[in-house]
Nanobody
Framework: QEQPVESGGGLVQAGGSLRLSCAPSGRAFIHYPMAWFRQAPGKEREFVAAINWSGASTYYTDPVKGRFTISRDNAKNTVYLQMNSLKPEDTADYYC????????????????????WGQGTQVTVSS
């Protein structure tokens, strides 16, 4: 399997927006449930958002509910994380993950449930 590749991170002021993309070169992940995790300096990696294979079901950690939206375009083999109303506490490296479970209608919240990981993209939110 190919590795997820994240992009779209950067520096943004508090209250601003960023859109992260996870776009492998092939279509290897189009049937897999996927998720975004993040890791802030000095902190453990934490769950952010998850999406099932079709995009019909999503789940968010409480701190990002109402601000972040996970979505996918399976025709482009791409998963997105739209981040609005960004806060300094959102500053972290953001990772895309895929679970090798084709056509799973479920979403998964634990990092050990995922099989493939990207290298991460840095998001910095200034105050």
């Amino acid at each position: 399997q190919e590795q997820p590749v994240e992009s779209g991170g950067g520096l943004v002021q508090a209250g601003g927006s960023l859109r992260l993309s996870c776009a492998p070169s092939g279509r290897a992940f189009i049937h897999y449930p996927m998720a975004w995790f993040r890791q802030a300096p000095g902190k453990e990696r934490e769950f952010v958002a998850a999406i099932n294979w079709s995009g019909a079901s999503t789940y968010y950690t409480d701190p990002v509910k109402g601000r972040f939206t996970i979505s996918r375009d399976n025709a482009k083999n791409t998963v997105y994380l739209q981040m609005n109303s960004l806060k300094p506490e959102d500053t972290a490296d953001y990772y895309c993950a895929a679970r090798r479970s084709s056509y799973s209608d479920s979403y998964y919240l634990r990092d050990y449930e995922y099989d493939y990981w990207g290298q991460g993209t840095q998001v910095t939110v200034s105050s």
